[in-house]
């Protein structure tokens, strides 16, 4: 009896430390070996991600993920991921949750890559999600978009290529007969005019050379080059005396602007005397006028000063 429950005894006690390792073991490969910090992250695909998959920062193990939520939010379908991340875990600002393989034939994980700030994420704060860094999930991205162009694009430009040959084949039945006589038509009337059009280019070309393009006008463009070459040059010249011109009035300017003032001035003295001279001119015109009458009368006056008598002229 007493053998009896020594076995038994010894067989539980086999049986918890079974168990105890199980746990243990469990609690390893969860990653949960003891307290954690909660965070949350928003992901779009979660493709391989279940309750207790490995929650990693930079590929080390640091928790679990406890739960997965989806969300419905302007016509897409999000998934907010509960992480269980080691208790004291440094989280900094600016990281990013990711869903990523560490290995072909791994399981997917959610990585989480640190940010490069230096501020610290709080428990329950939401770490931003990411794109898929696993090479099945850009496959299934890829053959995603792959479906959707070949739905959305090559088969509507397919349909539209088997129209338009449809349409290019009915015509080509419909008009073929007129096009292959138009062309045997233009062939034959090209075959009968194409002597004379090389017969007209042979003399043009000939014209050219023997009156256009020769020694003597060829001579004559040169020296037309060379005199619009001295004209040039003449141009330039002018130009380089004229900008002196212009030189030399800026330099004398002052000079300038003193003698339209002096020259203003004149004017102004000239016009108040102007009346009291027109009216002297006018007297001595009248003078002048009076004396030529006289000597036209008598030339005497020149001599004698007087007036002549009536019997000659001169005094006696």
Not at 50 to 58: D, I, P, Q, R
Not at 131 to 156: C, D, T
Not at 163 to 172: D, E, I, K, N
Request: hydrophobic share 45%; net charge positive; charged share 20%.
């Amino acid at each position: 009896m007493r053998d009896a429950r020594t076995n038994y005894v010894v067989v539980g006690s086999f049986v918890l430390l079974m168990l105890a390792v199980l746990v243990v073991t469990v609690a390893l490969l969860t990653g949960r070996t003891g307290a954690a910090d909660i965070f949350y992250t928003e992901l779009p695909h979660v493709g391989g991600i279940k309750f207790g998959s490995k929650v990693t920062y930079e590929g080390f193990v640091v928790g679990a993920v406890e739960d997965i939520e989806p969300r419905r939010a302007d016509g897409r379908t999000a998934f907010r991921l509960k992480l269980a991340v080691r208790q004291g875990w440094p989280v900094p600002e600016g990281s990013i949750a990711r869903v990523t393989a560490p290995g072909i034939l791994a399981a997917v994980v959610v990585d989480i890559k640190g940010g490069a700030g230096n501020a610290l994420l709080v428990p329950g704060a939401t770490i931003p999600g990411g794109p898929a860094a696993n090479i099945f999930a850009v496959m299934n991205e890829m053959s995603g978009q792959v479906a959707r162009l070949n739905q959305e694009g090559l088969l509507p430009l397919m349909a539209t290529l088997n129209q338009q040959v449809a349409m290019l084949g009915t015509m080509l039945e419909r008009q073929a007969p007129d096009l292959l006589a138009n062309l045997l038509s233009i062939s034959s009337d090209l075959a009968a005019k194409a002597p004379r059009i090389t017969a007209d280019v042979q003399k043009m070309t000939g014209t050219l050379a023997t009156q256009v393009v020769n020694d003597q006008n060829a001579a004559r463009v040169g020296e037309s080059l060379k005199n619009v070459a001295e004209l040039t040059a003449g141009l330039q010249d002018s130009r380089r005396k004229l900008d002196g011109i212009i030189t030399a009035i800026d330099a004398n300017k002052g000079n300038v602007d003193q003698s339209l003032k002096d020259l203003r001035h004149t004017l102004q003295a000239v016009a108040r005397t102007i009346d009291s001279v027109t009216y002297n001119l006018e007297g001595t015109s009248r003078n002048v006028h009076e004396f030529s009458r006289q000597i036209r009368d008598n030339p005497g006056v020149l001599i004698g000063g007087t007036k002549g008598s009536g019997d000659g002229p001169g005094r006696r």
